[in-house]
T-cell receptor, first 113, second 111 residues
Framework: DAGVIQSPRHEVTEMGQEVTLRCKLI?????LFWYRQTMMRGLELLIY????????DSGMPEDRFSAKMPNASFSTLKIQPSEPRDSAVYFC???????????FGSGTRLTVV | SQQGEEDPQALSIQEGENATMNCSYK?????LQWYRQNSGRGLVHLIL?????REKHSGRLRVTLDTSKKSSSLLITASRAADTASYFC???????????FGKGTRLSVIA
């Protein structure tokens, strides 16, 4: 099992550009979580899915952020248009069931200049 | 907003010493989990303790939970340089709600 796989690992983009972050879950895991990590705010939950259905997106900072889970093993987080304050490390994590620990990907370090 | 708050924010010890990190939280929980994050990497799950448990062990890790004080501690015994990382506590209010993470304790173990 390769674990949770995120791509790209690093992304540098200009303000106003669209950014798409990708996440491949562990097979059989039914919950997916997108977090953002910054020095100032720590780890913030952006959105999470259960069985491909978005459950709570109240952590998505603005309408510029959107997330999809087209199938049980894949999710995308899109920022359009991107702004410098979006610079952070974005993690996705999956879980096999309630009361289980999360498995995190290695993250995507996004820099918006 | 953070549910858990770790204390101290940073800790530096010599190899072989024990490291103790604390976590306090505000509302009732279903379980509490500890994670480790090495620099530039994702978080790694270490241990989960349920709200009806008081203590749990895993190798050199010992976790305690005091729900009356809304606090937990993580003890790493006989620390090694490889234990250098940030350690986070995280809580959920029920089995199907997401984890809320604290800001972490940065542990440095000096060889």
């Amino acid at each position: 099992d390769a674990g949770v796989i995120q791509s790209p690992r690093h992304e540098v983009t200009e303000m106003g550009q669209e950014v798409t972050l990708r996440c491949k879950l562990i097979s059989g895991h039914n919950s997916l979580f997108w977090y953002r990590q910054t020095m100032m705010r720590g780890l913030e939950l952006l959105i999470y899915f259960n069985n491909n259905v978005p459950i709570d997106d109240s952590g998505m900072p603005e309408d510029r952020f959107s997330a999809k889970m087209p199938n049980a093993s894949f999710s995308t987080l899109k920022i359009q248009p991107s702004e410098p304050r979006d610079s952070a490390v974005y993690f996705c994590a999956s879980r096999g069931g309630d009361d289980y620990g999360y498995t995190f990907g290695s993250g995507t370090r996004l820099t918006v200049v | 907003s953070q549910q858990g708050e770790e204390d101290p924010q940073a800790l530096s010890i010599q190899e072989g010493e024990n490291a103790t990190m604390n976590c306090s939280y505000k509302t009732s929980i279903n379980n509490l989990q500890w994670y480790r994050q090495n620099s530039g990497r994702g978080l790694v799950h270490l241990i989960l303790i349920r709200s009806n448990e008081r203590e749990k062990h895993s190798g050199r890790l010992r976790v305690t939970l005091d729900t009356s004080k809304k606090s937990s501690s993580l003890l790493i015994t006989a620390s090694r340089a490889a234990d250098t990382a940030s350690y986070f506590c995280a809580t959920d209010s029920s089995g199907n709600t997401p984890l809320v993470f604290g800001k972490g304790t940065r542990l440095s173990v000096i060889a």
